[in-house]
T-cell receptor, first 110, second 115 residues
Framework: EDQVTQSPEALRLQEGESSSLNCSYT??????LFWYRQDPGKGPEFLFT???AGEEKEKERLKATLTKKESFLHITAPKPEDSATYLC???????????FGKGTMLLVSP | DAGVIQSPRHEVTEMGQEVTLRCKPI?????LFWYRQTMMRGLELLIY????????DSGMPEDRFSAKMPNASFSTLKIQPSEPRDSAVYFC?????????????FGPGTRLTVL
């Protein structure tokens, strides 16, 4: 059974204080690892897909990286508008569905 | 281009009543997913349709839950009878199946409260 564990559960940062969120996974053959952002009262919003170890993707202040066991979402000089819950999900090779972690709730204070 | 549309956005009902949640996927997407999100269990897949056919319903909690997709632009999730433990946010997501870039796009969700 695929497993996704995200840490920490919650993270509070000051504006400009860089940090990383972790997503550890266990899957029998990784088809893709997905990062989503979820704002309160809204549906998850797609950020990145990573397909192979060593791959990196960037979007504004966010950079996602992937190894064979985990993925990191690095947040550089965050702003209050980066406050949200960040969800990680994996897709197994040969399957169409995703297994989600429980997310990291990020709060960035001005 | 409109995203995934869900209705109603909020539903409050009493235990034992029938509840129907609706979803309109993004035009051109051929896969549709229903999820349930709670604080305790996070985001869980209930059922997955491909080209309007149910492919994986292993996440449907029990016989009280049923889902249909009569055409490519509409799906329903029905709970009958509803119970307080069904209270959660239900999301619909759709996807266009491709070799690469096969991300799912989520709707705004329906917050269900069963009293």
């Amino acid at each position: 059974e695929d497993q996704v564990t995200q840490s920490p559960e919650a993270l509070r940062l000051q504006e400009g204080e860089s940090s990383s969120l972790n997503c550890s996974y266990t899957v029998s053959g990784l088809r893709g690892l997905f990062w989503y952002r979820q704002d309160p009262g809204k549906g998850p919003e797609f950020l990145f897909t990573l397909y192979s170890a060593g791959e990196e993707k960037e979007k504004e202040r966010l950079k996602a990286t992937l190894t064979k066991k985990e993925s990191f979402l690095h947040i550089t000089a965050p702003k209050p508008e980066d406050s949200a819950t960040y969800l990680c999900a994996v897709q197994r090779t040969g399957y169409s569905t995703l297994t989600f972690g429980k997310g990291t709730m990020l709060l960035v204070s001005p | 281009d409109a995203g995934v549309i869900q209705s109603p956005r909020h539903e409050v009902t009493e235990m034992g009543q029938e509840v129907t949640l609706r979803c309109k996927p993004i035009s051109g997407h051929n896969s549709l997913f229903w999820y349930r999100q709670t604080m305790m269990r996070g985001l869980e897949l209930l059922i997955y349709f491909n080209n309007n056919v149910p492919i994986d319903d292993s996440g449907m909690p029990e016989d009280r839950f049923s889902a249909k997709m009569p055409n490519a632009s509409f799906s329903t999730l029905k709970i009958q009878p509803s119970e307080p433990r069904d209270s959660a946010v239900y999301f619909c997501a759709s996807r266009r199946d491709r070799v690469m870039r096969n991300e799912q796009f989520f709707g705004p969700g329906t917050r269900l409260t069963v009293l």
